[in-house]
């Protein structure tokens, strides 16, 4: 079984440059996360899907972050404009409802420059 | 949401057994306890989790004090491939809807040859 798949692994931008993440999801998983991680921190909630409905985005920077998951598979995360301190990794997750277990693709390694 | 205290690192020899301690003093009675690694270069994956018993599955043990005030991860023959970031985290199953995964800094695992 394929897992959760993010594209692109590394990316390096200019700063005040827009940034796009595409997550494809386990097949099946209705709930979708959108991770951030800073180097030595643990992962912090973005937003959570529910199929296509974000249930919860209270963690989203809404002036320059947003997220979509059309028909509820695929989800985009989008930066724009990128600021020096949104270089970090991102994170995407899936599963099949709230309580069970999160597998978590291998991340995007946002760099700006 | 109640918290939980970790080791920054710990060190443990391969092919020894390693006790990856976990403290969570003002766990309420609805909070599961759940450990999650995170490998280089690589998302978190789900390790174990369990409420008041001890559990065990193919990856490790949990052991669960009597007051769950504290529990302890066991990997019974440590290798080389377990050396990652183990993340405690408590997940309250009362907040039916709103039931995060917080992380923290974690413990970072050092496997000796």
């Known amino acids: 079984e394929a897992g959760v798949v993010q594209s692109p692994r590394y990316k390096i931008i200019e700063k005040k440059q827009p940034v796009a993440f595409w997550c494809n999801p386990i097949?099946?998983?209705?709930?979708l996360y959108w991770y951030l991680q800073n180097l030595g921190q643990g992962p912090e909630l973005l937003i959570r899907?529910?199929?296509?409905?974000?249930?919860?985005d209270s963690q989203l920077p809404k002036d320059r972050f947003s997220a979509e998951r059309l028909k509820g598979v695929d989800s985009t995360l989008k930066i724009q404009p990128a600021e020096l301190g949104d270089s970090a990794v991102y994170l995407c997750a899936s599963s099949l409802g709230l309580r069970n277990e999160q597998f978590f693709g291998p991340g995007t390694r946002l760099t700006v420059l | 949401d109640a918290k939980t205290t970790q080791p920054n690192s710990m060190e443990s020899n391969e092919e020894e057994p390693v006790h990856l301690p976990c403290n969570h003093s003002?766990?309420?009675?609805?909070?599961?306890i759940h450990w999650y690694r995170q490998l280089p270069s690589q998302g978190p994956e789900y390790v174990i989790h369990?409420?008041?018993s001890n559990v065990n599955n193919r990856m490790a043990s949990l052991a669960i004090a009597e007051d769950r005030k504290s529990s302890t991860l066991i990997l019974h023959r440590a290798t080389l491939r377990d050396a990652a970031v183990y993340y405690c985290i408590l997940r309250d199953s009362a907040n039916f809807g709103n039931e995060k995964l917080t992380f923290g800094t974690g413990t970072r695992l050092t496997i000796i040859p």
């Open positions: 369990g409420l008041t």
């Open positions: 097949s099946g998983h209705n709930t």
């Open positions: 899907y529910e199929n296509e409905e974000a249930v919860d």
């Open positions: 003002t766990i309420s009675g609805t909070d599961y």
